[in-house]
């Protein structure tokens, strides 16, 4: 089965750069969307297709997908940004939805 | 604006069925998009369940699929799971969900406030 890898935690200080990582064999080649999940909430749609950000997604958001490695990158990281981050693609022999493990961001 | 809601028991007994339904506000059920069923157990990730179209045609996660059934009632402007003979393995936040986007590739635009489902004697 298909297995992205994610860090299961990152910190980071305020005003710094966030790079969360998710692993997987020729992810290049697959359209990966990210998911933020603050505690209690439902996850929200911060990116999708490698680099495209939903409306109401600050600009600080981005992404990129090549290789072996998908990344999402949030510069001058805020208080508000601390939640865990999800990386998905799908699968289509079988098909398949698959999540990463999640990395939770932790702001200083 | 669209929103989705869970509703159910929070509470199945062991080898008992889950059943939960998720009802659509302010958007088609018959729109051109598929319908999600996603669940969070506590202190792990994220885990697909399947997806289901307005037509009832449906895809679900291999690791569910021999336990796991969709419907989708268009009138009511509801879809529905059930996921047959759980165990503690099953608990988990449950969200249903609305997938956006290309056949095969689409994204998870839409979601509902998840509801928690606890399997226990």
């Known amino acids: 089965s298909y297995v992205l890898t994610q860090p299961p935690s990152l910190s980071v200080a305020p005003g710094q750069t966030a790079r969360i990582t998710c692993g997987g064999d020729n992810i290049g080649r697959k359209s990966v969307h990210w998911y933020q999940q603050k505690p209690g909430q439902a996850p929200i749609l911060v990116m999708y297709?490698?680099?495209d950000r939903p409306s109401g997604i600050p600009e600080r958001f981005s992404g990129s997908n090549s290789g072996t490695t998908a990344t999402l990158t949030i510069s001058s990281v805020a208080a508000g940004d601390e939640a865990d981050y999800f990386c998905?693609?799908?699968?289509?022999?079988?098909?398949?939805?698959?999540f990463g493990g999640g990395t939770r961001l932790t702001v200083l | 604006q669209v929103q989705l809601q869970e509703s159910g028991p929070g509470l199945v007994k062991p080898s008992e069925t889950l059943s939960l339904t998720c009802a659509v506000y302010?958007?088609?059920?018959?729109?051109?998009?598929?319908w999600t069923w996603v669940r969070r157990p506590p202190g792990k990730g994220l885990e697909w369940i399947g997806e289901?179209?307005?037509?009832?045609?449906?895809n679900y996660s291999p690791s569910l699929k021999s336990r796991v059934t969709f419907s989708v009632d268009k009138s009511k402007k509801q879809f529905s799971l059930n996921l047959r003979s759980v165990t503690a393995a099953d608990t988990a936040i449950y969200y249903c969900a609305r997938e956006v986007g290309a056949y095969g590739g689409s994204q998870i635009d839409l979601w509902g406030q998840g509801t928690l489902v606890t399997v226990s004697s």
């Open positions: 289901i179209y307005h037509t009832g045609s449906t």
């Open positions: 297709v490698d680099n």
């Open positions: 302010g958007d088609s059920i018959g729109s051109e998009n598929w």
């Open positions: 998905q693609v799908w699968i289509l022999n079988p098909y398949d939805v698959v």
